[in-house]
């Protein structure tokens, strides 16, 4: 079956716009996590979503950034009022339920831009 | 908060050396998970350990997590280049799924 899809591929856009990132996870996979990864760092956690609530969004740096899972499935990562800090992949994950031990398989990553 | 470190940040090695690259953690591990990141890539899991002194084989790869459950290793034995790629440990915050990433070993290696 598919793996977890994210688009765009590539952003780019201008300091003070809006973008949204997608994130379609793999079947029957009711947890699905955003991390962002800067060049040369490891993942940063975002938020993570149990079906359609987010169970922990501790990782969002401020308030210009949300996320969404209304119906469980695919997820947008929503971005106002863009800065040049916040240019970086953003990666998705998704698994089969929350529990420990659970494997994360993440997707290719969105990676955007901020001019 | 809790901070995942991972020495060395870089290793180069020529192929069929071996490679060992170690997690610490400032607090005690809930569970460790390792991914693989190969250069353009996202990245990929490659096992989990639960267990105080729990050690895992992979065909050339072994993990081993400490008896404390403060550090947690990854060894590869006769580097091929297909090894070539960041290697990240991430454990999660206790009581939480949240996991934390190490700052990942890069590695190379030289045919």
């Known amino acids: 079956g598919a793996g977890v899809s994210q688009t765009p591929s590539n952003k780019v856009t201008e300091k003070g716009k809006y973008v949204e990132l997608r994130c379609d996870p793999i079947?029957?996979?009711?947890?699905l996590y955003w991390y962002r990864q800067s060049l040369g760092q490891g993942p940063e956690f975002l938020i993570y979503f149990q079906g359609t609530g987010a169970a922990d969004d501790s990782g969002l740096p401020n308030d210009r950034f949300f996320a969404v899972r209304p119906e469980g499935s695919v997820s947008t990562l929503k971005i106002q009022r863009t800065e040049r800090g916040d240019s970086a992949v953003y990666l998705c994950?998704?698994?089969?339920?929350?529990?420990?031990?659970?494997?994360?398989?993440f997707g290719p990553g969105t990676r955007l831009t901020v001019l | 908060g809790q901070q995942v470190m991972q020495i060395p940040q870089y290793q180069h090695v020529q192929e069929g050396e071996d490679f060992t690259t170690y997690c610490n953690s400032s607090?005690?591990?809930?569970?460790i998970q390792w991914y693989k990141q190969r250069p353009g890539g996202h990245p990929v899991f490659l096992i989990q350990l639960v267990k105080s002194g729990e050690v895992k084989k992979q065909k050339r790869l072994t993990f081993q997590f400490g008896e404390a459950k403060k550090n947690s290793s990854l060894h590869i034995t006769a580097t091929q280049t297909t090894d070539v790629g960041t290697y990240f440990c991430a454990d999660t915050t206790s009581g939480t799924y949240k996991y934390i990433f190490g700052t990942g070993t890069r590695l190379k290696v030289l045919a």
């Open positions: 607090t005690t591990l809930s569970n």
């Open positions: 994950a998704s698994s089969f339920g929350l529990a420990v031990g659970a494997k994360q398989f």
């Open positions: 079947s029957g996979h009711t947890a």
